[in-house]
């Protein structure tokens, strides 16, 4: 079965610090794909980015930088030079590689919530 | 942009009662997803579908049943309310394929923006 594990539920920093979110992943699957979201306060979670096992550089896209180490199944994110606009839940997910047409069932971690303070 | 659209963002229901949430989606998408989130325990599937009139268990499933006749439409139905059902709701779609090989499948979930259901 597979697990993800968000151990920080909730974060608070000031406007324009680093912040760094956890994600450790179990799966007995050598093929799956990790993905971060976001989730503001409006509700809709939007999708980050989507990372598959064979892939393990890193990715910075604007503020955004994700680090995966498969050697120690995590997947982190960070915010850099977080802004108030970063408040928000932000989940880690994992999804083994589909055996029928079904596919990407997600398993969701317990969510970290960001407190971004001006 | 896809759209996911949940037919209420705040619902209250009795204990006992039949409750529908409907989902419905403009991008064609193969599958859909029906998805609960409650504090702590992130999101949990409840059942999801890959085609029409197709539909699988997900985590969990019991106390509730799901519904897919048209393609763009995947309702999910609590047969009989109740109070440790209240949760917040989101229903979820996604393309079958997106990659090659053995990512084939595994693309993006586009969600709804919820619906909070309070069961009393």
């Known amino acids: 079965a597979q697990k993800v594990t968000q151990a920080q539920t909730e974060i608070s920093v000031v406007e324009k610090e680093d912040v760094t979110l956890d994600c450790v992943y179990e799966t007995r699957d050598t093929t799956y794909y990790l993905f971060w979201y976001k989730q503001p306060p409006s509700g809709e979670l939007v999708f980050l980015i989507r990372r598959n096992s064979f892939d393990e550089q890193n990715e910075i896209s604007g503020r955004y930088s994700w680090n995966f180490q498969k050697s120690t199944s995590s997947f982190n994110f960070t915010i850099t030079a977080s802004q108030v606009v970063d408040s928000a839940v932000y989940f880690c997910a994992l999804s083994e590689a589909p055996i029928k047409a079904a596919g990407n069932k997600l398993t969701f971690g317990g969510g970290t919530r960001v407190l971004v303070k001006p | 942009d896809v759209k996911v659209t949940q037919s209420s963002r705040y619902l209250v229901k009795r204990t006992g009662e039949k409750v529908f949430l409907e989902c419905v989606q403009d991008?064609?998408?193969?599958?859909m997803f029906w998805y609960r989130q409650d504090p702590g325990l992130g999101l949990r599937l409840i059942y999801f579908?890959?085609?029409?009139?197709?539909?699988e268990k997900g985590d969990i499933p019991e106390g509730y049943s799901v519904s897919r006749e048209k393609k763009e439409r995947f309702s999910l139905i609590l047969e009989s309310a109740s109070t440790n059902q209240t949760s917040m709701y989101l229903c979820a779609s996604s393309l079958f394929g997106s990659g090659t090989g053995a990512f084939l499948g595994n693309s993006p979930l586009h969600f709804g923006n919820g619906t909070r259901l309070t069961v009393t």
């Open positions: 991008m064609d998408h193969e599958n």
């Open positions: 579908s890959y085609d029409v009139k197709m539909k």
